[in-house]
């Protein structure tokens, strides 16, 4: 196959799935990995995709946000596992901050009936799962709500959180590296979460690893942010290394 029939056929695979990594393609068309990195290059000089960690997704695709229903479905195994782990976290008869996101949803539907918690969210599902649990105190932070992902966004939701503190915060993001931070696609979602970071003692991150490397449009923080980042066995030893030398501790669920 030449070169500009492989290319073809990247690009093609990057717009069916909405990313390619490097590995994949190199086993899929028995290439060195070389040979894709200089073919996504190529890709990307002509604006057909865009280069992230580890691949590329196509061009354009910055603002992207997949809807509920999607985001329920993705990865939902690993998401499982980390909403697990991430149950360790909670701290114990204090208050808890919960983000917009499926994967904290997960975590926020496993909270066990004897579990005792001050939670604040955003998140209008969220509100619903934890609404009729016996040892929570929910407090629902209001403004306009996004359609997109049900969460209220806006000057609201924005005073809300800048009136408490928090034990800990559990937070999602549609992308995040040691390079780009922590970044979602929608301006007004991301001053929120960045609100709720700043509301809470301690910040856990929770994000499967096919989100490592990507970059979006909203940048709401720093990596070195976070506390704890909760993710599944994906994430690879070296870019775990490379997270925890940014000063954010690592657990691999």
């Keep these: 196959m030449y070169a500009p029939e492989r290319q073809q056929e990247i690009l093609r695979l990057a717009r069916d799935s909405g990313r390619v990594d490097v590995v994949s393609l190199a086993e899929e068309f028995q290439v060195t990995a070389e040979t894709i990195r200089r073919d996504l290059k190529a890709l990307d000089r002509a604006g057909l995709l865009r280069r992230v960690h580890g691949g590329a997704i196509p061009a354009g695709r910055l603002d992207f946000e997949p809807d509920l229903a999607e985001r329920e ?24 901050v919960l983000d917009a996101g499926s994967t904290v949803a997960r ?88 609100a709720a970071v700043a509301a809470a003692r301690r910040v856990v991150l929770v994000a499967d690893s096919s989100k ?12 070195d942010d976070v506390d704890l980042l909760i993710t599944d066995s994906g994430l690879s030893p070296e870019d775990t290394n490379a997270v925890e030398r940014a000063g954010t501790g690592v657990v691999r669920a």
């Design 73 to 96: 479905s993705t990865a939902a195994d690993e998401k499982d596992r980390i909403a697990e782990a991430a149950l360790a976290e909670l701290p114990a008869e204090g208050t808890l």
């Design 107 to 194: 975590m926020a539907a496993a909270i066990p009936p004897g579990a005792s918690l001050t939670v604040v969210t955003h998140s209008l599902p969220i509100a619903a799962r934890l609404a009729d649990h016996p040892g929570i105190q929910l407090h629902l932070v209001g403004g306009r709500v996004r359609h997109r992902t049900r969460a209220a966004v806006d000057a609201w939701a924005l005073r809300a959180y800048g009136e408490i503190r928090a034990d800990v915060t559990v937070v999602a993001a549609n992308g995040f590296s040691v390079e780009y931070g922590l970044t979602t696609p929608d301006l007004a979602e991301a001053a929120v979460k960045r």
């Design 212 to 223: 490592y490397g990507q970059e979006h449009f909203a940048r709401f923080g720093a990596l």
